[in-house]
């Protein structure tokens, strides 16, 4: 359990980046199975320089690993080894530290491979097992097949739709902190009978139990 606490602990801080408002910039919640699905190219990059231009940002890489190639002007803009991004927060720009290694979920844009403050960019080191397995394969068997639909927590509606998980532990900022076990530990895939569906497994049962006590232990308190 203490592992299960700590990989919480470090991703919660991230996943409230998906939802910061900075000046104009503003980005929604997106499960990294969708964040794999919709770009155009997932790399494990290591950056070594970083400068900066007119309006950008520009940081050196070496591509360790290549998980999604959408095309080959992709693969043709990646060889270029330049990931660029807008040079401040308020144009939705974002910032990689030198000698850092990457998860990277981004998109070319005018033959450029580029990221933002909205795209799925994490340090290798904070990814669980289970987002490191769903990066290499697991995620891209599910693309086209099943869709991560965010609902709030506080939301009973359940997801009618049969190719479609229900994401409802993912919070929105200035709520409690709870484990997002969902982005951690799960992957939404087409389960026995067709329907789309979450995984589970030790860590995930384990994480769900977590949440669950501490969600109760913030009722107990509130008046």
Not at 145 to 158: A, D, G, L, N, T
Request: aromatic letters at 8%; proline letters at 4%.
């Amino acid at each position: 359990m203490q592992r299960v606490i700590f990989t919480i602990a470090a991703t919660a801080a991230l996943v409230l980046i998906n939802l910061t408002a900075t000046d104009g910039c503003s980005c929604t919640l997106t499960h990294p199975q969708e964040s794999y699905c919709n770009a155009n190219f997932v790399i494990v990059a290591r950056v070594k320089k970083f400068y900066e231009r007119r309006t950008s940002k520009v940081f050196k890489i070496r591509i360790k690993r290549t998980f999604k190639v959408s095309n080959n002007k992709t693969a043709e803009a990646l060889q270029t080894g330049l990931l660029w991004t807008a040079l401040d927060g308020a144009a939705c720009g974002t910032h990689l530290n030198v000698n850092t290694t990457y998860l990277v979920a981004g998109n070319v844009v005018q033959g450029r491979p580029r990221v933002s403050l909205c795209s799925y960019v994490r340090p290798w080191v904070k990814l669980t097992n289970k987002q490191r397995k769903g990066f290499r394969l697991l995620y891209k068997n599910t693309c086209n097949r099943c869709e991560v639909i965010f609902k709030h927590w506080s939301q009973k509606e359940p997801v009618r739709d049969p190719k479609a998980c229900m994401w409802d532990t993912a919070s929105y900022p200035g709520d409690v902190e709870l484990p997002d076990c969902q982005a951690l530990y799960a992957i939404c895939t087409v389960q026995p009978g067709g329907k789309c569906g979450w995984t589970s497994d030790r860590l995930n049962k384990e994480c769900a139990k977590l949440r669950n006590r501490l969600r109760q232990e913030q009722l107990a308190r509130e008046p």
